[in-house]
């Protein structure tokens, strides 16, 4: 039993899709059963096999993941065991398991579980020559957890449908009623949460409410369970415009070739609340008995070895470490031109969930 975890269902291939419920109420959900699993898995981790193994809780896309334990394990000798699942399931279940937990590193999409986590005292530090790889912006300013990729907020609509002329320039126009049964929305998807925040911090708790409500009435039917949902349905033309992380674009086209794209991305205005980089990012438990090949794991993926394999991934996510740059065909990070919000004012993504849920969007 040592090697498993009660889970749900599986994520599969590179992509988030699955059929399982998603967000803060499957997470709860799981906090019961996963106080359980924490006694039964108390005792595995001492027995994690020799040169140190590690257990890695990943929420990022599994294909990318894969491809960057196969790389470490090479280079270092030392085992990984991995278990996939959500980044919000996996925050929820380390703080049911406390101490107890098996885990050695979490690995995720955001940082708002990261940081959730870090606040809860949970994560250890990181070594400051991991830190110094990345730049200082795009980590946990206390230290905690380490920033390995990242992904930027756009619009995706149909070209079929709507001409660039007639994009809005912000995200809060979205929330007029011209938009009204034309918008797509995925808002159980984590990755909506930093965009959630950013409106907030720019308009205020009131205004940011207000907004989701005019999004929800604008998006009616059109509201869907992920990204990968809200794509499909945009290039169908079952919606005419949403708002997605750049990734999803570049992975469906290179899918279904680009005979079969109907849709194309633009970015609102720079500096745009809705104009938002998403930082992944991997932390050590405190309670983790392999400290040290914890560390190594996560000097690893911010390296030239593992940041390229970043750079090369069908992920399409940015490279931030080590001076690496994307190998794809896709706006360079360094040409971005977002929202100033920090990491900090990102927070833990508890008053986005609030406001999510007040809109009854959740």
Known sequence: MCGT?????????????STRVRGAARATSIVVGVIVAA????????????????TLYNGQHEQTTDALVKAFEKESGIQVNTRNDDEDVFAAQIRAEGSNSPADVFYTENTPALESLGEKGLLARVLPSTLAATPARLNSATGNWVGTSARVSVMIYNTNMLKPSQLPTSIMAL????WKGKLALAPQETDFQPIVTSV????????????????????GSHTYPDNETLVDQVNRGQAAIGVINQYYWYRARAEVGASNTHTAIAYFAAGDPGYVIDVSGA??????????SAQKFLAFLVSRAGQEIIAHSDSFEYPIGSGVTTAQAETPFAALRPNPITIEQL????????LLQQAQLL
């Open 283 to 292: 932390g050590i438990l405190k309670s983790s008995s392999h400290q040290a």
């Open 347 to 354: 927070g833990d993504g508890s008053s986005a969930l609030g």
């Open 175 to 178: 929330a007029d009623p011209a």
């Open 5 to 17: 975890v009660p889970r749900v269902l599986k994520r599969t291939g590179g992509s988030k899709r």
């Open 39 to 54: 006694g039964l898995l108390a005792g595995c981790g001492a027995s994690s096999g020799p040169n140190g193994a590690i």
């Open 200 to 219: 907030a911090a720019a308009h205020g708790k009131a205004a940011a409410l207000a907004w989701l409500e005019g999004l929800k009435g604008n998006a």
